[in-house]
């Protein structure tokens, strides 16, 4: 008999070491597949300002803004946030991603062209995409993982993620070196190029595999999987009823200035800091080789942060005030950026090209850092923000992550829209008011949902 519980037991182990190797082999691909669209993406999404600006240059009938385009991008995201996980529910996660990759591919084909209504268009089909893109990769990575491995597979899939930044910006670096604008050729250059990109991630994606544990009946208290399940199962008309009931509540209207703000550093960060960088001409006559450089220190910036979080993250969550410490963090180093911006660069640097001096006189290497310090805060608050909504409404978190992604996905597209009417420097005071009345919520309600905790743990004795 103890023969026979010995086999038993190494052929348990071999099946949970094969599981395991499946697992970590699911998540490089799909970790993979999303690091080249996004180096695409990203590259397009951070010169999508200037690209549409010198082509204005080229053709004045051509209208199309970046920042409207980019607006309307995050619009239709956020509404179709609510349709995605329905669609998810009926097609499966490995079809959506394929599905919504081709989005991908189509919004930046829209560029070449040069055509007002492509673009825009190209901006409305990406925002739905992205919805259905990002619901289907949480669902992905849920299927592909057991509650002891969640963290794991998460962490490897946005190493590879992030490592995006990298790639395409470094091309177009090198595409735009010694250019004054960015000229008809060498922009269809840059649009081949990261459409080809595009179209190779879709190839990739038709190539995932079947998740590990689909079909298996797993704990689904995981902050994603009670997402999807929870608007798949209710409907978006009542998933959205549900979540605004739950909007009036004082804790969530407490963290809305910071949801507000989130998304308002995610515009910024993703498309509006660069191009003011490109569009200040004192920095050289070549300052658009700053844009993809700029878009590499924000990477730089977010490596930096999830190594450390991902490496020390125990450590801080046995602290009682780790979360907030490491939003308050974020907050400083990102207040602190935007003074530095404030003195580097000057106010008319968001509308397009300028000679206007800065406070001080505008620095290569400030630009360079300040970009890195936005990637810090993004991290801080990223990683923050989704570990308070699953503690906070434990039984809700479904609807309460569904309203902070449509709540910050608004807040981006007023950024973007709010960019072709208001200078940088009050765009610079926005982020900093909405950024402290944001984390001093983010501070008052974890201390809420901490005493909330602690009372219910000594009743339970």
Known sequence: MPSN?????????????????????????????????FTAFNTMENLEKPFLASATEDDPTFTAD???????????????????????????????????????SAFI????LRKTWLVYGGSVVNGLSAALLWTAQGNYTILNSRPKTITRNTSIFWVLFKCSLFFGNAFVFFMFRGKSRIDHDTGNTVIVVLFAI???????????RKPEHEGQKRDEASLWASRV????????????????????KPRILMLCPLFCYFGFQVSYHSGIYSACVGFTRNLGEDSKKLIPLVGIFIGLGELITGSILISKGTHFSKFKWGGVWIVSTGFVVQATCFF????????????????????????????????????IGDGCFTSQIYSLLETMYPNDSSQT????????????????????????????LILVVTGLLGSIGYAVVTSQVKRGVASQALSTH
Request: with cysteine.
């Open 5 to 37: 519980n010995v086999k038993v037991i190494t052929s348990s182990k071999q099946v949970s070491a094969e599981s395991n190797r499946r697992e970590i082999q699911n998540m490089v691909m799909l970790g993979s597949g999303f690091m080249v669209m």
């Open 66 to 104: 970046g920042y409207v385009a980019l607006g309307i991008l995050y619009l239709f995201f956020g509404i179709s946030l609510w349709l995605a996980p329905s669609i998810i529910s009926l097609i499966g996660p490995r079809v959506a991603l394929a599905i919504s990759s081709l989005g991908y």
């Open 109 to 112: 084909a829209s560029f070449y």
């Open 198 to 208: 595009a179209a190779f991630a879709t190839f990739l994606m038709l190539f995932l």
């Open 229 to 248: 399940s929870f608007i798949a199962e209710a409907g978006p008309m009542e998933a959205f009823t549900r979540s605004v009931r739950l909007a009036l």
């Open 340 to 375: 530095i911006v404030f003195l580097n660069l000057p106010n008319s640097a968001v509308f397009g090209d300028t000679y206007d001096d800065a406070i001080l006189t505008s620095s290569i290497p400030l630009c360079l850092l300040c970009g890195m310090m936005i990637g």
């Open 401 to 428: 992550v569904a309203l902070f992604n449509f709540i910050n996905a608004l807040a981006s597209a007023t950024s973007f829209y709010s960019s072709t009417m208001l200078g940088l420097h009050t765009q610079l």
